[in-house]
């Protein structure tokens, strides 16, 4: 396991290549899934700068938070509810460019304009769910989608 990371400094795209060939370094399978979760949570931050990074892991009927980067953030989130919750209803990543405007938005802060929530998926049940805010609006794509969905589908692979 690497306890190092090379950011790219080019475009978005670039950036989350050389990420994602990083991965497998970051990640090691002889330990709890939380302390990946981390190192991912970092690498991000660290690489994009956002806002807030982590992950909320499913208990129950309950997402529950996990490791992250950023301010405090809510602790326990209900299916269905705001953009994680609804992420881990649907089993789908949803892309929001102003959450102020999505149904039921949980404002853990009021900093928080746009998100991404990407499910971490394992033999189609959701795990968990990778939730990045940025304090700009529109910030997600699919650029950030693709690359997104790739690095959690290395993560599930963890879980056992």
């Known amino acids: 396991m690497s306890e190092n990371l090379f950011v790219h400094t080019g475009p978005k795209n670039e950036k989350y290549q050389t990420l994602l060939q990083q991965i497998p370094s970051l990640l090691d399978p002889h ?9 991912i949570a970092a690498a991000l ?4 700068g956002f806002f807030w990074v982590g992950f909320y892991r ?3 009927e309950t997402l529950v938070l996990g490791p992250f980067q950023g301010p405090l953030a809510c602790t326990k989130i209900p299916k269905g509810k705001g953009v994680c919750g609804a992420a881990w209803e649907t ?14 938005h949980i404002a ?3 900093f928080s304009k746009s998100e991404i929530v990407v499910p971490v998926l394992r033999s189609g049940k959701v795990l968990a769910v990778l939730d990045i805010d940025s304090d700009e609006f529109a910030t997600f794509d699919e650029i950030d989608q693709n690359y997104l969905e790739k690095i959690c589908t290395c993560l599930s692979e963890l879980y056992p």
Do not use: Q
Not at 31 to 39: E, F, R, Y
Not at 95 to 104: D, T
């Open 31 to 39: 330990v709890d899934v939380v302390a990946n979760m981390a190192n």
């Open 91 to 104: 089993s789908s990543t949803l892309v929001v460019n102003n959450v102020h405007e999505f149904p039921g």
């Open 58 to 60: 499913v208990h129950g």
């Open 108 to 110: 853990c802060s009021e």
């Open 45 to 48: 931050k660290e690489t994009f």
